[in-house]
């Protein structure tokens, strides 16, 4: 089973539009943070949440931390084109090492 | 200062070939990740180093697959043998210390014919 489970995995919407992308476990984590993908790119960090109930704002980018600290959601207000892209999921486990999401892949539309 | 650097960015090999893909970390890292990534994937972990030394190799192929991060140059991650299976993006990142955010590469995207 993924440690990570993403949701949804495709997403494709009009340029305006709203959007929450999901990121769920069952387990706990000290932190988690949130990567975005462009096509031929490697992922780019976005934001890192710390604390239960976090939410932290990036511009157009609401992210939020669960209070339990087992999850996490990503909402965009009036998405753009450019906001097309791969969006993982990620947290810290043993020995150091990054384990990512299958990610969301959103297309937005002009 | 420039960013975790990957070359080749694209590798072609026919079956059975060797691959070799290097990463320079950014300057001051002295951790090296590789990941794999098939399409429409998340980042798959496969080996943790850090300066000449596996920490985490958990992710690897026990066959054909080789990594290492030498004192001086890069760290290469090595695939003996390609298959078709091994056809994806290669991604390497870096960080500080153990524990602390990565910054990834922009890939070596291997095709095997």
């Known amino acids: 089973t993924q440690l990570l489970e993403q949701s949804p995995q495709f997403l494709s919407i009009q340029e305006g539009e709203n959007l929450t992308v999901y990121c769920n476990s069952s387990?706990?984590?000290?932190?988690l943070q949130w990567y975005r993908q462009e096509p031929g790119e490697g992922p780019v960090l976005l934001v890192t949440?710390?604390?239960?109930?976090e939410v932290k704002k990036l511009k157009r980018l609401t992210f939020q931390f669960g209070d339990a600290r087992k999850d996490s959601s990503l909402h965009i207000t009036a998405a753009q084109p450019g906001d097309t892209g791969l969006y993982l999921c990620?947290?810290?486990?043993?020995?150091?090492?990054?384990?990512f999401g299958d990610g969301t892949t959103l297309t937005v539309k002009p | 200062n420039a960013g975790v650097m990957q070359n080749p960015r694209h590798l072609v090999r026919r079956r059975g070939q060797e691959a070799r893909l290097r990463c320079s970390p950014m300057?001051?890292?002295?951790?090296v990740y590789w990941y794999r990534q098939l399409p429409e994937e998340g980042l798959k972990f496969m080996v943790y180093?850090?300066?000449?030394?596996?920490?985490?190799e958990s992710g690897m192929p026990k066959e054909r697959f080789s990594a290492e991060f030498p004192k001086e140059g890069p760290s290469i991650l090595r695939i003996q043998q390609v298959v078709r299976g091994d056809s994806a993006a290669y991604f390497c990142?870096?960080?500080?210390?153990?524990?602390?955010?990565?910054?990834f590469g922009a890939g070596s995207r291997l095709t095997v014919l």
């Open positions: 990142a870096s960080s500080p210390s153990r524990d602390a955010v990565l910054t």
């Open positions: 387990s706990v984590f000290s932190s």
């Open positions: 949440v710390v604390t239960g109930g």
């Open positions: 990620a947290v810290n486990t043993n020995a150091g090492k990054s384990t």
């Open positions: 300057k001051g890292h002295s951790h």
């Open positions: 180093l850090q300066k000449e030394n596996i920490i985490d």
